[in-house]
């Protein structure tokens, strides 16, 4: 009767342990399945250009949700300048714009975001919400005033016609992102290296900057994903010369007159979206090491 009792009395104390262990893996499992759909959804869209931009022109809209009729032509289309696209210069013209723009923004935005969460003054609160009612701005409504002014001053159809409006979008992106990481890194760090002999400056250089890497790298990504994109601006103000691949891909010529060429575009937003992705890998592995090395002495 004893050993049936001590049996009895270990089942229920391990009975709310099993119905733990149950829970956790069924909430795992829930964390699991929501990743799986939320991956299914994000990467359907760029599944199927993939696979319409290896696809025969006859096959446009054939509904195999996989590779059929495999052929390169849409991407000789792309880089093809017989039927006026000019492909390869509109990547570099992006790849100048977006990068320029990055590199500005992220100059003038670490040294702002750095004086917003580090240096007290008056009206600090009040900048601040200037620069969060910039990124709110309606883009839309700068066009015709852009357009005035650079056609007045010569600009039309320049690099600085197309960058100068880009940092007034990425700038202030730039700075209150950055601003919210400054503002939770401690104060004992950028002071322990004062003690230590360093000017305001070289603890800046020296300490903050290696730790802020993370929080630089993944803004890095955003603006240059921002300036990239851009079409409004780079569609009024840019030329034959400086057209952006935003632009291109929405002028494109395919290979027969007064035919949409879905598989070309497709195969244009392809080529677009690599770099992209390079960029993404290159800038995550910075950050996960940005992540891993910064500690206090």
């Given at each position: 009767m004893s050993i049936s009792t001590a049996k009895a009395a270990s089942a229920a104390a391990a009975a709310p342990h099993l119905a733990a262990k149950r829970r956790e893996r069924w909430a795992n499992g829930r964390t699991y399945i929501s990743a799986a759909l939320i991956f299914i959804w994000?990467?359907?869209?760029?599944?199927?250009?993939?696979?319409?931009?290896?696809?025969?022109?006859?096959?446009?809209?054939?509904?195999?949700?996989?590779?059929?009729?495999v052929t390169w032509d849409n991407f000789t289309t792309v880089f093809s300048e017989d039927l006026g696209n000019h492909f390869a210069r509109n990547l570099l013209n992006s790849l100048l714009v977006?990068?320029?723009?990055?590199i500005v923004a992220l100059l003038f935005g670490v040294f702002a975001a750095y004086a917003l969460a580090?240096?007290?003054f008056r009206f600090k609160f009040l900048v601040l919400g200037f620069v969060l009612g910039a990124s709110m701005f309606p883009g839309v409504a700068l066009v015709t005033p852009l357009f005035q002014l650079f056609t007045n001053i010569g600009w039309y159809g320049t690099y600085q016609a197309?960058?100068?409006p880009n940092i007034s979008f990425v700038l202030p992106l730039t700075v209150y992102t950055l601003t919210s990481f400054f503002r939770e890194m401690p104060w004992e760090l950028e002071e322990s290296a004062r003690i230590d002999g360093c000017t305001q400056g070289q603890a800046f250089r020296k300490v903050i900057m290696p730790l802020a890497a993370p929080a630089v790298?993944?803004?890095?990504?955003?603006?240059?994903?921002?300036?990239?994109?851009?079409?409004?601006?780079?569609?009024?103000?840019?030329?034959?010369s400086t057209k952006t691949v935003t632009v291109a891909i929405a002028y494109f010529a395919g290979a027969q007159p007064h035919q949409e060429p879905y598989t070309a575009v497709m195969a244009a937003g392809t080529v677009v979206t690599i770099p992209l992705v390079i960029l993404v890998l290159v800038f995550q592995r910075k950050i996960v090491a940005g992540l891993t090395a910064g500690a206090v002495k």
């Open positions: 994000c990467l359907l869209p760029f599944y199927w250009m993939i696979v319409t931009a290896f696809r025969d022109v006859g096959y446009t809209f054939d509904p195999t949700p996989f590779f059929t009729h977006a990068g320029v723009t990055t580090r240096l007290e197309l960058i100068i790298f993944t803004t890095a990504i955003l603006a240059f994903i921002a300036a990239w994109n851009e079409f409004l601006i780079a569609s009024q103000l840019s030329n034959e």
